[in-house]
């Protein structure tokens, strides 16, 4: 029913609530039946002469309990009520999380098919997995971490190559070996949250360098070096998160010949590194001499695949670094693993890299054509943006007038590892949620930044 307009003096509650009530009054007085297309937001804020953002928030609000769906291209409808009853029993209120910074979760009903017979597979050997493995890998474990690592242009000896549960974890044993407590790492201005935290754990003091457009600067490394005596460099090299920059090959050599001259270790967390078809060459194939490579698989294929290639620089450091591993994880999941092995054996890997970048091309096309020009900073490939906010916003008033409407982003100061935090914030794009609620938080999102904080806020 395109004509559909509410009666918003019917109601006392705020009018974004109204119009959700509004909405299901009418569907059960008969007025708006299952399949019924409720009109275009902007043009029903038109009708009505009310903000943008207050019906956006009204058909969240709905969406939500269970009411209505949208569909990409087509628009906003209501559900059949016994569909709209399961989905509240079901889901109750929800919130559009922009903030787990995940690879869209594949839909395709051929490759879950595909993913689950590797699983099934897997299982008939269930019993031999459940016993403890080896650490480091079994040697069919290292040839598929050989054949993942071969991808990105590495083809070290199997004896400088262990299998992990994990990256966090890879970082931590890395990190523990190379410093003491109250030494220094040093790492990019925007950092991965997970890195400050482990410093923290350990004690150590992470310095944050300047960056530029093609991320840290040679100079500001060398000065680092020669006023702090760091004792390793932590780079997140390729679609960085948070600003989604990746290195150029060109900064890599300058970076890659400082570290050398000042003997400094390069910690290489390349979570996103497999995800360009044709990235720069990572650090290890530049300096492997110095490079601590860390492959995690978490980003590529799935957050719950818990496991990492790690390549040292050279085989006598794999003593320690297993030591240290060890000490706090014992071993990588066999379980975890042998599936990773599967997966990577057959192709699935490589199918569902396919589907994450042809998901994440699309969701940023989406977010190119809904966002205001130049309003944030994303590559084509990542899947999340870094949005710097106007002027009139501060992060935290930003925050919490998205969370209001239950959506939820990332300020600065999570990844802030030097001076003051910039105001802005993160948005991811993938994870469980689907296209349309993508869409729907993305509008929201625009309508804020063209507006003012109290403009923006008008229908509270």
Not at 104 to 120: C, Y
Not at 201 to 206: A, C, E, I, R, S
Request: aromatic share 6%.
């Amino acid at each position: 029913m395109p004509d559909w307009t509410p009666d918003l003096s019917r109601s006392d509650k705020p009018r974004y609530l109204a119009i959700a009530d509004l909405i299901a009054d009418d569907i059960q007085n008969g007025r708006l039946a299952a399949g019924d297309r409720l009109p275009p937001q902007r043009k029903l804020a038109k009708r009505l002469d009310i903000d943008f953002t207050t019906v956006a928030r009204g058909y969240v609000e709905a969406r939500k309990r269970g009411l209505i769906d949208s569909r990409v291209g087509q628009g906003t409808f209501i559900r059949g009520a016994a569909r709209a009853q399961q989905a509240q029993r079901r889901d109750g209120p929800k919130l559009v999380d922009l903030s787990m910074n995940l690879p869209p979760e594949p839909d395709d009903p051929d490759l879950i098919a595909r993913m689950t017979s590797g699983l099934e597979n897997v299982g008939r050997d269930l019993v031999q997995l459940l016993r403890y493995q080896g650490f480091g890998g079994a040697q069919a474990d290292k040839d598929a971490a050989s054949n993942w690592l071969g991808r990105r242009a590495l083809v070290p000896a199997q004896e400088r190559v262990l299998v992990t549960p994990g990256a966090h974890p890879a970082i931590l044993a890395i990190f523990g070996m190379l410093a003491k407590p109250g030494e220094t790492i040093l790492c990019e201005t925007l950092t991965y949250p997970g890195t400050r935290g482990i410093a923290a754990q350990l004690g150590l003091n992470l310095v944050g360098l300047p960056m530029d457009e093609h991320g840290v600067t040679p100079d500001a490394l060398a000065d680092a070096c020669a006023r702090l005596s760091p004792k390793a460099l932590y780079l997140n090299p390729t679609l960085q998160n948070p600003t989604t920059l990746t290195i150029p090959a060109a900064r890599r050599a300058e970076i890659a010949a400082v570290a050398r001259r000042h003997r400094l270790p390069i910690v290489e967390d390349d979570a996103y590194g497999f995800i360009p078809v044709h990235g720069p060459a990572p650090f290890a194939a530049i300096a492997p001499d110095i490079t601590w490579h860390i492959a995690g698989l978490a980003k590529c294929i799935g957050a719950g695949i818990r496991a990492a290639y790690v390549v040292a620089p050279d085989a006598r450091s794999t003593f320690p670094f297993a030591a240290a591993l060890r000490a706090a994880t014992v071993m990588a999941s066999p379980l975890t693993v042998a599936l990773a092995t599967r997966w990577i054996e057959d192709g699935t890997a490589d199918a569902i890299m396919r589907f994450i970048r042809s998901e994440t091309l699309a969701r940023q096309k989406m977010a190119a054509d809904i966002l205001p020009k130049g309003s944030y900073r994303a590559d084509p490939l990542s899947f999340h943006l870094w949005v710097p906010l106007p002027p009139a916003w501060t992060r935290s008033a930003f925050i919490g007038h998205m969370r209001a409407t239950g959506i939820g982003v990332v300020a600065s100061d999570a990844f802030n590892a030097a001076g003051v935090p910039p105001e802005a914030v993160r948005v991811c794009l993938g994870g469980p949620i689907g296209r349309n609620e993508l869409r729907n938080g993305l509008e929201f999102m625009t309508h804020a930044l063209e507006e003012t904080p109290a403009a923006a806020s008008s229908f509270l």
